[in-house]
């Protein structure tokens, strides 16, 4: 009986064991934690023999942020550990994903770890029921389970992205909203309402062992100057690199890239719009600040007129200037919009706003 027993234990994922310790049983109080309400992570366990036991807590950066040492000498059965959601520094940490590890020396030295974050998670998940308020911009969706999300809204028919709501936050499962304003990225167009409006959600699930802290972010927060021999968490298996992949792409290299399109100097309308009546050079480059993460990896950039395709350069770098002629267009205002694709799922994106003039016969642009 306790042979079948211990066979089943060990058949857990996420348990590496020794010879006769397992870690089994382990159950938080609560997947989703308010430091504001003074809530904590119970961690509660069953060792299957004397053990000195650990409870360790890393970020989304698998970066141990907090250690807490159990009994020196804590006997089988039923224990609890306690997170009290602050770091090794003594400050709570900012509201996001943590994933939680236990790990148990028996008498004879011999380690045993548990930890899930190798064997769960990193899946894609579908969003469910995805929604857009036309009145305020919001968009709902379901997540059947907890997950990082990234949402970006478009034009359909292989139109441009326009702009990105959320940038692989953590979600827990279940019915999410998302504030937005129904504009794009540079505010110059009202999409909440085209009939053209594409919102694309992407998400991937956590590891079965993590907690969610506080109130659910805008973006990604993290621990700011973590020191350098920062202990990274062990891992039990490593997984293949695949190009695409969301869930491998390191979460402090996340995010958007700020891209900079600049028109030369024009004259412009009565509102301030620039007037274009000829081939213009339109300059594009990166904010200083994303330039190296965008240099480091390969990007495209695609421009598009009124959310039509224009013109595509297949090796991307920066600055970079793309020549926007007019000549086929009707007279008055148009957008003309940049896609920065990054291959580690990364983007840029930018619209200008113009008015097409013909030169009168005297060769000037009325203003």
């Not at 000195?52 to 006997?75: F, N, W």
């Amino acid at each position: 009986m306790f042979g079948t027993v211990l066979t089943a234990l060990l058949a857990q994922p996420g348990v590496i064991h020794a010879e006769e310790l397992v870690i089994s049983n382990v159950r938080p109080n609560s997947v989703r934690l308010d430091p504001a309400k003074g809530e904590t992570l119970q961690l509660g366990f069953q060792l299957s023999a004397p053990a000195k036991v650990k409870l360790q807590v890393y970020d989304g950066r698998e970066l141990l942020i907090r250690e807490i040492q159990g009994p020196s000498q804590a006997i089988a059965g039923d224990h609890s550990l306690a997170w009290d959601l602050r770091d090794q520094a003594g400050k709570v940490v900012p509201p996001e994903a943590y994933t939680y590890a236990l790990e148990a020396q028996a008498q004879d030295g011999k380690v045993t770890r548990y930890d899930l974050a190798d064997a769960t998670g990193g899946e894609t998940v579908s969003a469910r029921n995805v929604q857009v308020d036309p009145a305020t911009g919001a968009v709902s969706y379901i997540l059947d389970k907890a997950a990082r999300v990234n949402i970006r809204v478009g034009l359909d028919n292989a139109g441009p992205l326009l702009a990105t709501l959320i940038d692989w936050v953590a979600r827990p499962a279940g019915l999410q909203t998302e504030r937005w304003y129904g504009k794009d990225a540079s505010n110059v167009l009202d999409l909440a309402k085209h009939p053209r409006l594409f919102v694309s959600v992407q998400a991937f699930a956590l590891p079965e062992n993590t907690v969610l802290v506080g109130a659910p972010q805008q973006e990604i927060k993290l621990i700011a100057n973590m020191p350098e021999s920062s202990q990274q968490r062990p891992k039990s298996a490593a997984r293949a690199k695949r190009m695409y992949s969301h869930a491998q792409q390191p979460l402090d290299s996340r995010g958007d890239f700020k891209v900079l399109w600049t028109l030369p100097k024009l004259p412009r309308s009565a509102s301030g719009v620039p007037i274009v009546s000829g081939v213009t050079p339109v300059r594009l480059d990166i904010d200083p600040v994303d330039r190296v993460r965008a240099l480091s990896r390969r990007f495209e950039p695609v421009f598009f007129v009124d959310g039509q395709f224009a013109f595509e350069n297949e090796v991307g770098f920066v600055p970079m200037t793309w020549n926007f002629d007019p000549a086929t267009l009707n007279e008055g205002e148009h957008f003309l919009t940049v896609n920065m694709r990054g291959y580690e799922g990364n983007f840029g994106m930018a619209t200008l706003k113009v008015i097409v003039q013909r030169p009168t016969s005297a060769g000037k642009v009325q203003q």
